[in-house]
Nanobody, 126 residues
Framework: QVHLVESGGGSVQTGGSLTLSCDTS????????IAWFRQAPGKGRREGVA?????????AYAGSAKGRFTISLDNAKNTLYLQMSDLKPEDSAMYYC??????????????????WGQGTQVTVSS
């Protein structure tokens, strides 16, 4: 059973930066698509922000994240990161990491991911 635990959320002002972490465990000997999603207040849908495929370390980003967010994976620590810069109020959301035991499709869909963390809140004030 894959276990994911996010941390690093907080409150920042517009233009600020945050780095989210997702500690992972329980992987079997196969490759995974690991992704960051976010869900804004009042929005029923979780939006894919960035994802990475462990087999090739190929990354991809949603348009809203390109140029501002960077996803990375530290295999030695089994930790996924999301470095976020130039944050905007519309980035405010609960951020989740998710994992799926298969390749990544773009755009990623929350329904394709069986494993989820509990989320970490990011609030950006203007």
């Amino acid at each position: 059973q894959v276990h994911l635990v996010e941390s690093g959320g907080g409150s920042v002002q517009t233009g600020g930066s945050l780095t989210l972490s997702c500690d992972t465990s329980g992987y079997t000997d196969r490759d995974y698509c690991i992704a960051w999603f976010r869900q804004a207040p009042g929005k029923g849908r979780r939006e894919g922000v960035a994802h990475i495929y462990t087999g090739t370390n190929t990354e991809a980003y949603a348009g809203s994240a390109k140029g501002r967010f960077t996803i990375s994976l530290d295999n030695a620590k089994n930790t996924l990161y999301l470095q976020m810069s130039d944050l905007k109020p519309e980035d405010s959301a609960m951020y989740y990491c998710a994992a799926a035991p298969h390749g990544c499709w773009y755009p990623v869909s929350a329904t394709d991911f069986p494993y989820w963390g509990q989320g970490t809140q990011v609030t950006v004030s203007s």
